[in-house]
């Protein structure tokens, strides 16, 4: 820890609207590690720290605070007299690794107070928000290791989040097999938002009227939250989400799940089988809440307005491949959102292979459209809008229907390797905002995805006595 803090240099980092858009929100997992041998060495604590703030030597934007200068203009600011330190914590626990297992690690059956930050971004008990948490906690009898690892969505998307994982995993490695002097040739992760503009492509493409209402439209609300501080943001926007109370299920969606609906809608899709698992995930779970919602509620399109009444929908696209930056080791957000607006009469309706193949084509105008130069327009349109980011989150967070889906399965989870394997069970924490959908890898890589899904706890009842979806995917916990 004290060779970070001597490493640290002050300087201001500026963010863009891709790092802010998602501000309100954490990027929250918990990798559980068994002691499969019985070693009484398994990830020692201190092997596990040093490896740790030697990471975050590469990484000085987490010795930083989110400052904003007003109307949405937000930097990292790094104090080097004054760091913000990250919280690194560890703990022990009365639970063994055995009982996890037993339960298939499900929520209940993890130890008391995993999360040091819940899934919100917003300042601790000492007045700060961390820009990075881990908690290092021990099982019963060394019998495993569980590590909670959160970071802000300000600083960076799932995608680097893994990298970041994955660093610090390939750092313990060396460190602790005696090749520390391979540190120096670990590759280099920029934080220079600038770097998007340079990627930026010649070609464009116009971004959808509805796009481009919900982030230019002004809204009175959203320039209050774009104005406020950020702590008192996150506290606001913290308050709002506990009282949705939302509940929170994982699914594991099977290969055979998803051939099987590829096959059975191949004769009423064009190009069936070119559908990606994403695409055919977007239309049966934004279907599914849909449905649920309607009963839930026992409000859906009413006859007046059956024809016009529409459901709010935020398909969410990581787009490095677009701006050709897969290579260019960015630590950042790289996002696209993309509003649409679906018709409640489509989505009521009964779940059949007709009925999902005219969901797939009502998606398949805004996922296609995802090209560099739609990528290129949208940044161009939010980039002189500094405040912008928080008109979709006023939007959003005002609606009790309104769903965001997360289109792009998190990269490899189980790549997180300490040197004793792949982590037994990877997860995101329980608590979340209500109406998110978030792919996820599997435990086995080739079977597969999993889905992380939220919902008023009204509205979860309906989706697990869904038909349907009880068939398609099956619950984990």
């Given amino acids: 820890m004290e060779a970070f803090k001597k490493s640290i240099k002050s300087q201001t980092i500026p963010l863009c609207v891709l790092d802010t858009q998602g501000s309100f929100s954490n990027i929250p997992f918990v990798f559980f590690y068994e002691n499969a041998s019985g070693s009484s060495e398994f990830m020692p604590s201190d092997a596990l720290s040093d490896s740790f703030y030697e990471t975050m030597q590469r990484f000085p934007i987490f010795a930083g605070r989110i400052k904003s200068t007003g109307r949405g203009n937000t930097s990292v600011v790094i104090d080097a007299n004054n760091p913000n330190m990250p919280d690194y914590s560890e703990s022990t626990c009365s639970v063994h690794f055995d009982t996890l297992k037993e339960n298939g690690f499900s929520w209940r059956s993890w130890p008391d107070n995993v999360a040091t930050a819940g899934p919100m971004t917003k300042a601790d008990a000492s007045g700060e928000i961390k820009l990075i948490n881990v908690h290092v906690i021990r099982m019963q009898d060394n019998s495993g290791v569980a590590i909670y690892f959160s970071i802000p969505h300000y600083i960076l998307d799932g995608v680097a989040h893994m990298e970041l994982m994955k660093y610090w995993c390939q750092v313990y490695r060396l460190q602790t097999s005696g090749q520390s002097e391979r540190l120096a040739g670990l590759p280099e992760f920029t934080v220079d938002r600038s770097i998007i503009q340079e990627c930026l492509p010649k070609e464009r493409r116009p971004v959808d009227a509805l796009t481009r209402q919900t982030f230019t439209g002004f809204s009175v609300i959203a320039e209050l939250l774009a104005w406020i501080s950020p702590k008192l943001r996150g506290r606001l926007l913290s308050m709002i989400i506990a009282r949705q109370k939302a509940e929170a299920h994982l699914f594991h969606v099977s290969k055979a799940s998803l051939e099987s609906l590829r096959t059975t809608i191949g004769a009423l899709v064009l190009e069936a089988a070119t559908i990606s698992d994403s695409e055919l995930m977007l239309s049966v779970a934004v279907k599914t809440l849909a449905q649920s919602q309607a009963l839930a509620t026992g409000v859906g399109a009413s006859p007046a307005k059956k024809d016009t009444a529409t459901l709010p929908v935020a ?163």
């Fill in 315 to 477: 398909i969410i696209f990581e787009v490095r491949e677009q701006l050709n930056m897969t290579l260019k080791n960015y630590a950042g957000n790289i996002l696209l959102p993309i509003i649409t607006s679906t018709p409640l009469k489509m989505l009521e309706t009964p779940t059949t292979p007709e009925s999902l193949a005219t969901m797939i084509s009502n998606f398949s105008e805004p996922v296609n459209s995802v090209d560099p130069g739609l990528v290129a327009s949208h940044i161009e349109m939010v980039t002189p809008l500094p405040s912008c980011f928080t008109r979709p989150i006023a939007r959003f967070a005002g609606s009790k229907t309104a769903l965001s889906f997360v289109y792009d399965v998190m990269p490899d989870m189980y790549e997180a390797n300490f040197g004793n394997g792949r982590p037994s069970w990877v997860s995101p924490i329980e608590p979340f905002r209500a109406n998110a959908v978030l792919l996820l890898t599997s435990q086995d890589t080739t079977d597969g995805m999993d889905v992380f899904m939220t919902a008023y706890p009204s509205v979860m009842k309906e989706i697990l006595k869904n038909e349907f979806w009880s068939d398609f995917a099956k619950l984990i916990y």
